[in-house]
Every structure is written in structure tokens, then in C-alpha cells.
Nanobody
Framework: QVQLVESGGGLVQAGGSLRLSCAAS????????MGWFRQAPGKEREYVAG????????YYVDFVKGRFTISRDNTKNTVYLEMTSLKPEDTAIYYC??????????????????WGQGTQVTVSS
């Protein structure tokens, strides 16, 4: 019901910025809580940020709080992750994901039903 495609990744220097986009298809997009996850080489996938279906609530893990901003535009079926002050440890594949409809903000990957293919973010020293 929901297909997700991430874009906007790339290679940047430490301290730089990137804006990731997640384009969604499906008429129920506005009813899904959305999240961003990332997975670094040799490490498990971890939660980064989430936004409620209305856009009225957001949540960030402590490591990215104050540096990353999640937002959504339901008229464009798109979720964004604005990343600033990037650090080498932010290097990972970033995934966009959607929960079932009308979910609260949740952090466990098992609560997300739909996933994008990921976009690579590499931060050099």
C-alpha cells in the first residue's frame, strides 16, 4: 500500500549538511507515522528520528538531537531529514520507513511495515 524511495545521500565533509528525501506512493500516506533509520557497516540498524502522521509530533535519538530535523509534507507525499553538523560517525545507509496506519511514534524496527531501499550518507574527516 505504501512504497518508499529515499534520495539525497552523498559524500560530505565533517560539519557539512545534507537533506534526505523520502518519496512515498499510496493514498494512505498521511495516516502513517514515519521514521528514519540508519545502518553503518558491520552494525545493526538503529532508529534515528520519527514524525507522527499529522506532523505535529517528532522524536529524535539523543545522538542526533539538535543536529537533525525530520519533517513531512503530506500534500507532496514526502518525508525529509535535514542533517547538519554531520560527523564521521553519521556515516551509514539511511532508510525511510512507515508504520501501520494511525500509529504513535515508535522506535522499534519491527513496528514499521514499509521500507525504502536506503540512501548512502558518507561523512569524511
Amino acid at each position: 500500500q505504501v512504497q518508499l524511495v529515499e534520495s539525497g545521500g552523498g559524500l560530505v565533509q565533517a560539519g557539512g549538511s545534507l537533506r534526505l528525501s523520502c518519496a512515498a506512493s499510496g493514498r494512505t500516506f498521511s495516516s502513517h507515522t514515519m521514521g528514519w533509520f540508519r545502518q553503518a557497516p558491520g552494525k545493526e540498524r538503529e532508529y534515528v528520528a520519527g514524525i507522527s502522521w499529522s506532523g505535529g509530533r517528532t522524536y529524535y535519538v539523543d545522538f542526533v538531537k539538535g543536529r537533525f530535523t525530520i519533517s513531512r509534507d503530506n500534500t507532496k507525499n514526502t518525508v525529509y531529514l535535514e542533517m547538519t553538523s554531520l560527523k564521521p560517525e553519521d556515516t551509514a545507509i539511511y532508510y525511510c520507513a512507515a508504520t501501520i496506519q494511525w500509529s504513535t511514534i515508535v522506535t522499534a524496527a519491527t513496528n514499521y511495515r514499509y521500507w525504502g531501499q536506503g540512501t548512502q550518507v558518507t561523512v569524511s574527516s
